[in-house]
Nanobody, 120 residues
Framework: QVQLQESGPGLVKPSQTLSLTCTVSGRSITTNDNYWTWIRQPPGKGLEWMGAIDYSGISYYDPSLKSRTSISRDTSKNLLTLQLSSVTPEDTAVYYC????????????WGQGTQVTVSS
């Protein structure tokens, strides 16, 4: 069973950098065909795909967020990290990590999500 757990600060001040971690258990993040994603949901809005890192370490980003987003991994700890710089209140959202396989093309495992509020 694959489990994902997001963690990080619940409150970030405007202009600062948001840093979140997704710890994965039950599957190595380097397992072939696996694709690990960060997705967020602002209040009252739909899910927004932010970016991902695949099993080989290649990162992918939403063009609208690319200049502020960095996704990396620590294979020794089997975790992913998300950094979002220069945050504004519009970055307030529930942040999720999720797994997809290239073969199936569906997000089959999700973390429970972590609320991040951007406020001074």
């Amino acid at each position: 069973q694959v489990q994902l757990q997001e963690s990080g600060p619940g409150l970030v001040k405007p202009s600062q950098t948001l840093s979140l971690t997704c710890t994965v258990s039950g599957r190595s993040i380097t397992t072939n065909d696996n694709y690990w994603t960060w997705i967020r949901q602002p209040p009252g809005k739909g899910l927004e795909w932010m970016g991902a890192i695949d099993y080989s370490g290649i990162s992918y980003y939403d063009p609208s967020l690319k200049s502020r987003t960095s996704i990396s991994r620590d294979t020794s700890k089997n975790l992913l990290t998300l950094q979002l710089s220069s945050v504004t209140p519009e970055d307030t959202a529930v942040y999720y990590c999720a797994r997809k396989t290239f073969t199936l093309g569906v997000y089959d495992y999700w973390g429970q999500g972590t609320q991040v509020t951007v406020s001074s």
